[in-house]
């Protein structure tokens, strides 16, 4: 069974930095692509940034220019690097692997807190 654990979540002050870190329990060339989720209370689970094998990443329009995605092939793990932390960047951050073939497959993390606030 695949594991996947983050680590690096807290409390920081709007305008701070935070650097979470996912460990994969499998290769992370065996998923098409890795990433990160977020959900806020009272609203829906959303992708917040995601790279494939190839390197290409994908942001949410919101962390653009903000957080920038990583990943370490020889060690299996995803990073997530946020700076510029806004309010609205407080949720539960959870990583993800996801194989895409003739269904889609996703793996999570258990979740790590995110609060920006004064």
Not at 26 to 52: C, D, H, M
Not at 90 to 116: E, F, L
Request: glycine content about 12%; some cysteine; overall charge positive.
């Amino acid at each position: 069974q695949v594991q996947l654990v983050e680590s690096g979540g807290g409390l920081v002050h709007p305008g701070g930095s935070l650097r979470l870190s996912c460990a994969v329990s499998a290769s992370i060339f065996s998923f098409n692509t890795v990433g990160w989720y977020r959900q806020a209370p009272g609203k829906q689970r959303e992708l917040v940034a995601s790279i494939s094998n190839g390197g290409s990443t994908d942001y949410v329009g919101s962390v653009k220019g903000r957080f920038t995605v990583s990943r370490n092939n020889a060690e299996n793990t995803v990073s997530l690097q946020m700076n510029s932390l806004i309010p609205e960047d407080t949720a539960v951050y959870y990583c993800n692997a996801k194989r895409i073939g003739p269904t889609v497959i996703n793996y999570w993390g258990q979740g790590t807190q995110v609060t920006v606030s004064p």
